[in-house]
């Protein structure tokens, strides 16, 4: 039984061409590229967004996205957007941040000096509190520094998901029995809440990487985690976003990509260093005037 | 409280709204490098700023600045824009050889109706780079154009790069201009294998 306040999504016959108007759309907006060889996921989303709206037929459902009736462009945007994550995904990254960054970044810094690090996108938080649960469980001197943990993405669904902490199976299923205990309270049927203290460690903001003005309100970070994003993007977007981020980090400040994305591929603006634990990139310390 | 201190300050300052392009023009020629990036990374998408961009990329020796200007034409990514960056295919710097071709990929469809032009062209070095535009063309469209290549050219290392192409996105509509191909390179020692491979690999994955 579908519950009465949700629409059902009714066939309405989309043509080849609107899907590519709405895919252009959304490719301005958010960088993520969808070709034909996405119809179904498409499809099934553009039906949703059609029957939410009470819209009667594709044209209809444009004018009110054109309009941003209704904030209907952040709900186009919530509904595109693959939202898959859990905590210590890929935690070798993880492990390369203690092991080797931090030391790395404390030679240019003093005790009491900030370390901001950036977890963009941080979809629904599962990234930036398992970087805070990793510093807390595995970093001596994450007292003596003002670690600000910044996490940001373009769902707003999903970030408000983030700031409530509320957890279930399979986003745990990385982390010990002990862990879970310690960072998480039960609530029921299997679900946790994150630790109040872990949740103010965090500050959950919006942000569109590959949209440059909104990019100038981040500065200064240290250490960006930008993982499992720039595969949604084409290669314009891509660039964009490395660009984007090359502004918002510290110079010798260090990136982190997915494993399946390189920035070699991307952008020259990044050297690359390799570290047993993974391979990371990092913004040149020097600037590069007529090199 | 949280675990983790956290600054006081805040790190999250107000959006900027979009601003006109005139600055951003003028800034493209600034004598400090920091604004000129600023400028191009502004101008992206903004089409009426290709003929700046243009000059800009022309005189500019910063390499950082240049993937700017690079990334801005890539997202106007319209004639005028691949136009501009037609003629870095020729340079003698290799760096900027390999910076336009890898923005003109990012264009497939406005690269397109300059591709056969490209693939004719007297210089070998040229043809030898526009066979890397295929790579992110349609199949069909890609096999036709570096068949008809493949039909004429009389220089082993173009059609080894067009080979290697074929191979990732051939169709088997090359088939037969394939096997020609290895039979009137006979003599060259590395030809006639690669095709053979690349014959191999259409065959293999198209039904
Ligand atoms: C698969 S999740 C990755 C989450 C996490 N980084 C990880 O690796 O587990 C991808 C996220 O990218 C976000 N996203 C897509 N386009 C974006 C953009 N232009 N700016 C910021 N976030 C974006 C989506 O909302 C989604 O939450």
């Known amino acids: ?291 | 409280m949280p675990f983790i201190k956290r600054g006081a300050s805040t790190p999250v300052t107000e959006s900027k709204p979009g601003e006109a392009t005139a600055p951003h023009i003028a800034a493209l020629s600034s004598p400090d490098a920091e604004m000129r990036w600023g400028a191009a990374r502004a101008l992206g998408g903004v089409a009426a700023a290709v003929p700046v961009l243009a000059a800009a990329l022309d005189g500019e020796q910063n390499p950082r600045v240049r993937e700017a200007i690079m990334t801005a034409l890539m997202r106007i990514g319209d004639e005028a824009s691949v136009r501009t960056l037609l003629p870095y295919l020729r340079s003698q710097d290799a760096r900027q050889r390999s910076a336009a071709i890898e923005t003109l990929q990012a264009l497939p469809g406005a690269v397109e109706p300059f591709v056969a032009a490209l693939l004719g062209d007297a210089d070998t070095d040229v043809r030898l780079l526009a066979t890397e535009l295929a790579r992110n063309m349609p199949p069909k469209h890609a096999t036709l154009v570096l068949c008809d290549l493949l039909k004429k050219e009389s220089h082993p290392n173009v059609c080894a790069a067009a080979v290697e192409v074929l191979a990732e996105v051939g169709t088997r509509d090359a088939l037969p201009t394939l096997k020609a191909c290895a039979e009137r390179f006979a003599n060259v020692p590395f030809l006639p294998f690669a095709i053979e491979a690349t014959i191999a690999r259409i065959s293999s994955t198209e039904s």
């Open chain 1, 1 to 291: 039984m579908v519950p009465p306040d949700v629409p059902v999504a009714r066939a309405v016959l989309i043509a080849q061409d609107d899907v590519r108007r709405l895919c252009e759309f959304l490719y301005r907006r958010t960088g993520m590229s969808f070709d034909d060889s996405k119809r179904y996921f498409i499809d099934r989303r553009l039906a949703e967004r059609i029957a939410a709206t009470g819209s009667g037929s594709f044209q209809s459902y444009f004018a009110t996205l054109r309009a941003d009736a209704g904030h209907e462009i952040e709900h186009l945007v919530n509904a595109f957007t693959v939202n898959e994550t859990y905590f210590y995904r890929e935690d070798h990254q993880l492990r390369c941040m203690t092991s080797h960054l931090l030391s790395d970044l404390l030679r240019r810094k003093r005790t009491g000096d900030s370390i901001r690090i950036w977890s963009i996108p941080c979809s629904t938080g599962e990234e930036p509190y398992s970087i805070a649960m990793w510093l807390m469980e595995n970093w001596s001197e994450v007292d003596n520094y003002n670690i600000e943990i910044v996490a940001s993405d373009i769902d707003t669904r999903a970030l408000k998901a983030a700031a409530e902490g509320i957890y279930g199976a399979r986003a745990l299923m990385r982390l010990s029995r002990d862990m879970i205990e310690r960072y998480f309270e039960r609530i029921d049927d299997g679900r946790v809440r994150i630790d109040p203290g872990l949740r103010d460690s965090v500050q959950f903001t919006q942000a569109n990487l590959v949209d440059g003005p909104d990019m100038t309100r981040y500065r200064d970070f240290d250490i960006v985690f930008c993982r499992n994003v720039l595969i949604y993007f084409d290669d314009t977007s891509r660039r964009v976003a490395a660009e984007n981020l090359y502004d918002c980090m510290r110079p010798g400040g260090y990136i982190c990509l997915g494993h399946s994305e390189t920035m070699s591929r991307i952008s020259p603006l990044f050297s690359v260093c390799r570290y047993p634990e993974a391979i990371v990139y990092q913004r040149p310390e020097a600037t590069d005037d007529g090199s």
